[in-house]
């Protein structure tokens, strides 16, 4: 069975530091575009940082450029987020998401077949 988990969630003062990692397992993770929806309280979902395992692309939303980045450790199924200098509005369940076909520039949640089950992220003083 195709599955992705997430963990590294949690809490953390604005300015701090938080990494998410995306283990995927039950499928063949070659060619996949892979990353980061997030989705705040009344807001829709967005994405936020993609990559192609291949490693030919990368993607970041505007809003995160500069302070994330996304990378995936060789040889593994593993796929991490740095978030550097977070902000409070940076707080969201944060969902990774992995599709052999779908775009990655820019991302479209739709577009997306397999999910994890999200890992809250909350930056609050």
């Known amino acids: 069975e195709a599955q992705l988990v997430e963990s590294g969630g949690g809490l953390v003062q604005p300015g701090g530091s938080l990494r998410l990692t995306c283990e995927a397992s039950?499928?063949?993770?070659?060619?996949?575009?892979v990353g980061w929806f997030r989705q705040a309280p009344g807001k829709d979902r967005e994405g936020v940082a993609f990559?192609?395992?291949?490693?030919?692309?990368?993607y970041y939303s505007e809003s995160v450029e500069g302070r994330f980045t996304i990378s995936i450790e060789p040889g593994k199924r593993t796929v991490h987020l740095q978030m550097d200098n977070l902000k409070p509005e940076d707080t969201a369940i944060y969902y990774c998401?992995?599709?052999?076909?779908?775009?990655?520039?820019?991302?479209?949640?739709?577009?997306?077949?397999?999910w994890g089950q999200g890992t809250q992220v909350t930056v609050s003083s």
């Open positions: 998401a992995a599709d052999a076909y779908a775009e990655i520039d820019p991302p479209t949640p739709a577009q997306y077949d397999l």
């Open positions: 039950g499928f063949i993770f070659h060619r996949y575009a």
């Open positions: 990559l192609a395992t291949d490693g030919m692309y990368t």
